[in-house]
């Protein structure tokens, strides 16, 4: 691959053209301003489709030819079901077996189910991924193995590509846990209930040819229609479209360590020392064990102060239902259940509300939720000197992780990492973060439990935090101390082969991953 | 004006330019096969609005002005209020303070509370209107005083319309019962509460500039959201944005007529006869007493059966919702509250929905609701012989009405207009009609007091109902006995001036309104 590179505001080596396709450099938070027009689908009409309503084809093969599946198109699939995901691969297999090649696939995040395809990646199938590359697929990418270079978005960035047309998708295969035969959907109820189904609405909206595939069929209406059938060109039934005890993974599961409770319960001091947990409040907990334990100490401390949370955003699990089911909370925005219960509060609870990354994450709409939530807790595999942080690729360099809605919680009124000061005696807080995903100046505190550091940016929690008996230590402070203990850790060896890039919540480019050595 | 005509699919005369824009005459039910793109709204930056959410501005002049209102600008309103809007004379009283001259007003449909916008049509304020045209504001349009031509479509048409990029709007202005300072809106809630918000859909997602005006602000969020609040540009509180009680008006009220419970009841015995009255049903009465009376006696024959309906298509009134209640339908797709039954079922009834022009109506869609339901009963001011139906038009050539769903419900699997042989003494069924609004094709049944003719497209129709007690006849019988009663009607004499068009689902022009003599 021979690429072109700039170096971007945050000083990192970006390529200006992947696959192809010429990119902008990350400029810096609200610098870059679209000056375009969204993208515009084709124009349907009633007249093509049929007059009862029922859009259902024999297989999805035959919805594939239908949708006129052909090489080099863009095909995107959603994760409700994370590591449950029953039809993805069947898509792939089918490419594979019309002998179809180069197909580009857009997941909304990929997952260790989808290991297999790694084969079609192999044999030109596939050419490259745009979405998170976890676990095998990502140490696949990292070993510059992949055809393409991999484009990882936020959950808003994807809307963002979607709705700007940087991504057109050609087709678009949707899991539904129930449905009708035109197409309205959900992901509330059915043997797979998921919850919801807000990942595919960009999808839903602005692909050329969706299918939608289901192993619940109802009379119509399918109730609620997270998915307007309006949108939806074939249905296909199923016996199974995913597994839906498999959404439960080791991100979405609450921490039962000590040391990460630890983690969970300083980082409830500080909110509420630095005045944040009042009547009315919002809060956010990302993917992690350590963000979804927050909620039981937000609970705790409303509880005992007989004050309420106007919403939490989700992620939502069990404890966050009960948040609700207790009335702390007024509302759950939920963007993805993590858990059973969650599903079911979606389904029986209508203070439990599905959104999607267009109501809380989309950068390039007239504003978004993002901004309105008070405190959000979430992870980071490396943090640098200027908060810069990490979600992506370990600290060996390979990528692991999607960055999830991670970017895009960041613009909240208070952005917090609860992390461990060192993982496997590698110090988390470097000089530099291997790969960066969110600039420090959207990053507000750093929690570990040797100390919590303060962007100096924010002058006011420092100030409202200068008595606390909580330990406030500079992240200067926090890097010696780990490296004190573990030593400084060598810096990693890459090649100058870029194989996947790291996309910014407005489309820019803000960080290259490198092939390992 | 000089304008050039041809001849339409149907016969009729139909300008090929209407205010400066290309037309496209009828060609007949789905041969317009559009090729395009929907129309692309410019790309926001959440960098532009404000970060905690808050677009509150202290005026609608002042949300007028930063929206850059100037002349010749599309200024679009809805009607959830009907005749109680105190909203849309409100900005173009500002437009005329400001001297802005040449608008287009877009409302879903006009009321006889618009009239005092009459003054604004005659000083230039106003250029011309797109949307329904009735009473005082019709009556000056077929008087030829209107600047520019009208236009009038269909809620589903107008849907298309905006979709598709033939009605641009640059500043749409939503009166909202309850929103939040982000402006997610409802219409189901608060002081003001109409139901729901659906007419203006397509302007939230397509305007340039969106504004919502508001008498019931609640802290964010506003649930539940039927305008997103991702789509809004400001917000603007008032005092009161509309009277409820005037949602309630002569079209959408029970009739009381005994002429009319008779054919209410002769409908629904056909119906009965024809075999659409089945557990799982499915049947939409539009406005006009005659139509929603007919709930009343699906009630009874559901009752007495142990069936039930799979769903009822609304506009919604205190018998629909009964039927909900009593669980006689499983679910109404309400698209427009009747009256104050509906929005307390529609705010209360999970089972009550909310749709749009969007799922039910928009022709341009990858299908739509209409085509799903079973039996349709409408109202219409004249039919002819080749059942062609008005409803805009009274037969003094008047444009009195507007369109309403009625095209876009024609599509129901069999739609059925009951209607008097004869108003004050002049026949309902003519030679030709006035205006054309519906294809006969798409017409099944008429029913009258002295009989009921069926088209003789349906020749299963006819065949299940040979052998029934129902007064069964030709049309051209139906038309000979009311003119042995009435008279033959005189035609009404028009001049060669064009004052407004109809236009069909797909956007072409079904039909011309001509200037009364």
Redesign the interface.
């Known amino acids: 691959m021979s690429t072109n590179f700039v170096k971007n505001a945050l000083g990192r080596m970006v390529p200006t053209s992947v696959n192809g396709k010429e990119q902008v450099p990350y400029m810096g938070v609200?610098?870059y301003?679209?000056?375009?027009?969204?993208?515009?689908?084709?124009?349907?009409?009633?007249?093509?489709?049929?007059?009862?309503?029922n859009?259902i084809v024999p297989s999805l093969k035959e919805a594939l030819i239908k949708s006129g599946l052909k090489d080099g198109m863009v095909i995107s699939t959603h994760h409700h079901f994370r590591n449950g995901d029953l039809i993805a691969n069947q898509i792939f297999d089918i490419a594979h077996e019309l002998g179809v090649k180069d197909l580009v696939w857009v997941p909304s995040a990929s997952f260790e189910c989808h290991a297999p395809l790694i084969k079609y990646l192999e044999d030109g199938t596939i050419h490259h991924i745009e979405g998170s590359m976890n676990g095998s697929l990502g140490r696949f990418t990292s070993q510059g193995k992949m055809k393409g270079m991999g484009i990882l978005r936020s959950h808003g960035g994807r809307y963002q590509s979607i709705?700007?047309g940087e991504v057109v998708i050609d087709i678009a295969v949707i899991a539904a846990p129930t449905a009708d035969s035109?197409?309205n959907s959900t992901g509330d109820r059915g043997p797979a209930a998921c919850g919801l189904l807000g990942f595919a609405l960009a999808d839903s909206q602005y692909a050329h040819k969706?299918i939608v595939t289901t192993d619940n069929l109802v009379?119509?209406?399918c109730?609620?229609?997270q998915i307007?059938?309006?949108?939806?060109?074939y249905v296909v039934l199923f016996d199974q479209v995913g597994i839906p005890e498999k959404i439960v993974s080791g991100t979405t599961e609450i921490t039962k360590s000590p040391d990460r409770l630890l983690l969970a319960e300083m980082t409830s001091q500080f909110c509420d020392e630095a005045g944040i947990i009042k009547d009315?409040f919002s809060f956010q907990a990302g993917a992690g064990g350590t963000a979804l334990s927050i909620g039981i100490y937000f609970a705790d401390l409303l509880r005992e102060r007989g004050m309420k949370a106007?919403?939490a955003r989700g992620g939502s699990n069990k404890y966050l239902v009960n948040m609700l089911e207790e009335g702390l909370v007024d509302?759950i925005?939920d963007g993805q259940t993590f858990d059973l219960d969650g599903v079911r509060s979606m389904r029986e609870n209508?203070?439990h509300?599905n959104t999607s990354p267009?109501?809380s994450y989309?950068?390039?709409?007239?504003?978004?939720?993002s901004?309105?939530v008070d405190a959000v807790i979430l992870g980071a595999t490396e943090v640098d000197l200027n908060f810069n942080a990490n979600v992506v690729t370990h600290s060996d360099g390979v990528l692991l992780h999607g960055i999830g809605g991670w970017q895009n919680c960041l613009?909240s009124k208070c952005t917090i990492l609860p992390i461990p000061l060192f993982r496997d005696r590698i110090p988390v807080i470097r000089d530099e973060v291997t790969t960066i995903c969110g600039p420090g100046e959207l990053i507000d505190v750093i929690v570990t439990e040797r100390g919590i550091a303060i962007n100096p940016l924010r002058t006011d929690l420092i100030e409202k935090l200068k008595n606390s008996s909580l330990p406030i230590k500079t992240i200067q402070q926090l890097k010696d101390e780990a490296e004190a203990i573990c030593g400084k850790p060598e810096k990693i060896e890459f090649t100058d082969e870029a194989v996947a890039v790291i996309k910014w919540v407005?489309g820019t480019v803000i960080d290259t991953v490198w092939k390992i050595k």
């Not at 301003?33 to 009633?46: F, N």
């Not at 989309?362 to 939720?369: A, D, M, Q, R």
Request: proline content about 10%; overall charge positive; glycine content about 12%.
């Open positions: 609200g610098k301003k679209p000056t375009g027009r969204k993208y515009a689908p084709y124009i349907a009409s009633c007249a093509d489709y049929p007059a009862d309503g859009k709705q700007d035109f197409g969706v009379p119509f209406p109730i609620p229609w307007h059938g309006n949108y939806v060109d009315g106007r919403f509302y925005l209508a203070n509300l267009f109501t989309n950068y390039h709409g007239k504003g978004n939720f901004t309105m613009f407005d």
